[in-house]
């Protein structure tokens, strides 16, 4: 059987809107059978309110699955290394939150961001992904130690300290500027193609793509273009 795993990230009070607008366009391909990537502070001036924890609550008692999404999804590490430098310039506009992160402070927010999210649910969260998908080596240590079921980065799903469970590269949109809306547009189209045979396909949506037109009727086309792919939830990965 062939599994479309769909998930809506940065979801806070900050994108309440945008979230609700995403799960209308989503609910004709998927209904409710997708995973929420929680933040619980985002930018550090978006707490979770009351109303919005009712709000996470009532989406959970549907069905939908809750992954803890970082803390803040911001990024105030001072990066060392070539590597980790482009990473943070290049592959997110300062949001990549553990990208810097040594074990010690991604344990600290990962246990803050699960204990906060299981509470509000009154569930287990689902796994933790972190934001921009990007880890430093002790972010990724971390989730083990954090407790985390299941984890996420662009190429794969993996069990922390077991075995990756799912492969290929998640489709996904850009928003913040015209050539990335272009470059993410042609990507989409691609992997439309080449994913088909592919077993597990991930689609991950962001609060941004509701602001631009193309973007939405890609999703569209996207999600159409695997109706014979069965709308799954990330928990049954683990078997």
Do not use: C
């Amino acid at each position: 059987m062939k599994r479309l795993f769909a998930s809506i990230h940065d979801v806070s009070p900050r994108f309440e809107g945008e979230v609700d607008r995403l799960l209308d366009h989503l609910a004709p391909h998927i209904g409710r059978r997708l995973a929420m990537l929680v933040v619980p502070d985002h930018w550090s001036s978006a707490p979770i309110t009351p109303a919005f924890a009712t709000r996470l609550r009532g989406w959970a008692d549907e069905g939908v699955e809750m992954f803890v999404h970082g803390w803040t999804h911001r990024d105030d590490s001072a990066h060392t290394g070539a590597a980790a430098s482009l990473k943070a310039k290049h592959m997110t506009a300062g949001e990549g939150e553990f990208l810097g992160l040594s074990h010690a402070e991604a344990l600290i927010r990962m246990r803050r961001g699960k204990a906060l999210v299981e509470d509000i649910t009154g569930r287990a969260a689902t796994g933790f992904i972190a934001p921009a998908w990007l880890y430093s080596p002790g972010a990724r240590a971390a989730l083990k130690d954090a407790g985390f079921a299941l984890a996420e980065d662009h190429a794969r799903v993996w069990q922390p300290g077991g075995e990756v469970v799912a492969r290929g590269p998640v489709i996904t949109w850009a928003s913040r500027s015209r050539p990335r809306q272009l470059s993410s547009l042609f990507a989409a189209g691609a992997l439309r193609r080449v994913l088909q045979p592919t077993r597990n396909v991930r689609i991950a949506v962001h609060p941004g793509d509701t602001t631009v037109p193309a973007l939405m009727r890609s999703i569209t086309t996207t999600f159409a273009a695997f109706g014979k792919h069965r709308p799954a939830a990330y928990a049954e990965l683990l078997g």
